[in-house]
């Protein structure tokens, strides 16, 4: 009984192989890229690759580990996860209310420690933020939250749900 479940269990394994999700690998430039409207330092920029545009961009570098199933399913579902709560490659296009909140919840993420997430930081170590850094995307962030406040009305900043 034993090897009969071992070997449907390998079977499934090998199985399950064959349906990949579709990866996150988008052709040309991001014309939306935060960085093409908004110019943060390199500091900054570089921390944003570095760290977080695995999972917040239209492009994610993918380890050889995404091969395989159902690790690949759980990346993927990372990603998605991602990109729907911010999208660096796409922060252009939000509404000005958009911009202003996930300005601040990029510095609430890294003032909880939430981001980048501890799993991603178990193989990337590189993702790993030190304290300078968190504190130059910190400071980025709110002058750039600073600037949109004295220039919108404030009742732009109000996060409306898309329709």
Same mark, same amino acid.
């Given at each position: 009984? *034993?090897? *009969?479940?071992?070997?449907? &269990?390998?079977? &499934? &394994?090998?199985?399950?192989?064959?349906?990949?999700?579709? *990866?996150?690998?988008?052709?040309?430039?991001?014309?939306?890229?935060?960085?093409?409207?908004?110019?943060?330092?390199?500091?900054?920029?570089?921390?944003?690759?570095?760290?977080?545009?695995?999972?917040?961009?239209?492009?994610?570098?993918?380890? =050889?580990?995404?091969?395989?199933?159902?690790?690949? =399913?759980?990346?993927?579902?990372?990603?998605?996860?991602?990109?729907?709560?911010?999208?660096?490659?796409?922060? %252009?296009?939000?509404?000005?209310?958009?911009?202003? *909140?996930?300005?601040?919840?990029?510095?609430?993420?890294?003032?909880?420690?939430?981001?980048?997430?501890?799993?991603?930081?178990?193989?990337?170590?590189?993702?790993?933020?030190?304290?300078?850094?968190?504190?130059?995307?910190?400071?980025?962030?709110?002058?750039?939250?600073?600037?949109?406040? %004295?220039?919108?009305? %404030?009742?732009?900043?109000?996060?409306?749900?898309?329709?």
């Amino acid at each position: 009984m *034993k090897k *009969k479940i071992l070997i449907v &269990l390998i079977a &499934l &394994l090998v199985i399950i192989q064959f349906f990949k999700p579709e *990866k996150n690998i988008a052709a040309g430039p991001m014309v939306n890229n935060i960085n093409n409207q908004y110019h943060p330092p390199k500091q900054v920029s570089d921390v944003f690759v570095r760290s977080c545009y695995d999972c917040h961009s239209n492009n994610t570098v993918y380890p =050889w580990y995404a091969n395989i199933q159902p690790v690949a =399913w759980w990346l993927n579902d990372h990603v998605v996860e991602g990109k729907d709560e911010l999208n660096f490659d796409e922060f %252009a296009s939000y509404t000005i209310g958009r911009k202003y *909140k996930k300005l601040e919840e990029i510095t609430e993420q890294l003032d909880e420690g939430e981001m980048p997430l501890f799993s991603y930081t178990i193989i990337h170590r590189n993702a790993i933020l030190t304290d300078e850094e968190k504190q130059a995307v910190t400071n980025w962030c709110n002058a750039l939250r600073d600037t949109i406040k %004295a220039n919108y009305p %404030a009742d732009s900043l109000l996060r409306k749900k898309p329709q």
